[in-house]
Each structure stands twice: as structure tokens, then as C-alpha cells.
């Protein structure tokens, strides 16, 4: 039972890693699934804690990726209107799948800008702000799924 779980454990990591750059699926959660898993077989033990920061960090992460390209645009020099339009159009790329996750936020934030009158070249730094942040969640998200894969390996080792 112990191999059964720790394959299907090592494929929920894998399949988590993927789900960070692939929309349909929730990267960090899956991997985490996988490590529950790994924690369920005889071989690897983990302490509640370790498992109780590594949710938290599960949590973190899918709640950052959804405001981290709001932040960009804010902080790249946007207004409220790019910001909005940064989670608007992230929400709006949800629809228009692969593109529109990448796309979504940076037209979203340009948008927004501009029709809260700012100029082309404000409202592009804006949108570049957006997709900057888009980028920054994914390799948020990456990082926390490798690193499920670093305890599985170290454990088997």
C-alpha cells in the first residue's frame, strides 16, 4: 500500500507543478494533496506544524495569485482604475484559456487606465506592472510545488 501511495503521491506532485503554469489546474493544492499522501505511508512521518505551515503557504498562495497583479499595476505607477481593470481582466481571462490568464490582467490594467483617462504611456506601465505580477504569483506558485517535490525525494532517499 505504501508504493501505491507514494507513486500516486509523486504523480499529484508532478500533476501540481504542471497546474502552476496550466490554468485548469490548482498547482499548490494538488501538490499538497500528494504530500498529505506521502505523510499517510509508513515510510515518511511529518509533524502537524510542518503540515500546518505548508496549508498556510497552500492558502497564501492561491489567495496572492488572485491580488498579486492588482499590486503590480498599483505599484507600477497605476491608479484604482488600472488596478480594477487588472482584476477584471484577470477574471475575464478565466474564459479565454490559455492566453487570457497571461493577457487578461496586462489588457485589463491598460484598459482600466485608459478609461480613467490616463495616458498610453501610463496605462502601459500599468498593464506591464499587472503581467509582472502575473508572472511573479506563477513563480510564487512553482516554488512552493518544487519544493513539495524536494520533501518527497528527500524523504525517499
Given at each position: ?7 500516486l ?7 501540481g ?46 489567495v ?34 490559455p ?59
Amino acid at each position: 500500500m505504501d508504493i501505491f501511495l507514494i507513486i500516486l503521491s509523486a504523480l499529484l506532485m508532478l500533476m501540481g507543478l504542471l497546474g502552476c503554469i496550466l490554468p485548469t489546474l490548482p498547482g499548490p493544492p494538488v501538490s499538497y494533496v500528494g504530500f498529505l499522501l506521502l505523510h499517510f505511508t509508513d515510510k515518511v512521518q511529518f509533524s502537524t506544524s510542518q503540515i500546518l505551515i505548508l496549508l498556510l503557504l497552500v492558502v497564501i498562495a492561491q489567495v496572492v495569485d488572485y491580488f498579486i497583479p492588482i499590486l503590480g499595476s498599483k505599484y507600477s505607477g497605476g491608479t484604482k482604475w488600472g488596478s480594477w481593470g487588472a482584476f477584471a481582466g484577470s477574471v475575464v481571462g478565466l474564459f479565454f484559456l490559455p492566453w487570457g490568464l497571461i493577457l487578461g490582467p496586462f489588457l485589463g490594467a491598460m484598459l482600466g487606465e485608459l478609461l480613467g483617462d490616463a495616458d498610453f504611456k501610463t496605462a502601459l506601465r500599468s498593464g506591464t506592472g499587472a503581467l509582472v505580477g502575473f508572472l511573479l504569483g506563477t513563480v510564487l506558485k512553482l516554488a512552493l510545488c518544487m519544493y513539495f517535490i524536494v520533501l518527497l525525494v528527500r524523504s525517499l532517499i
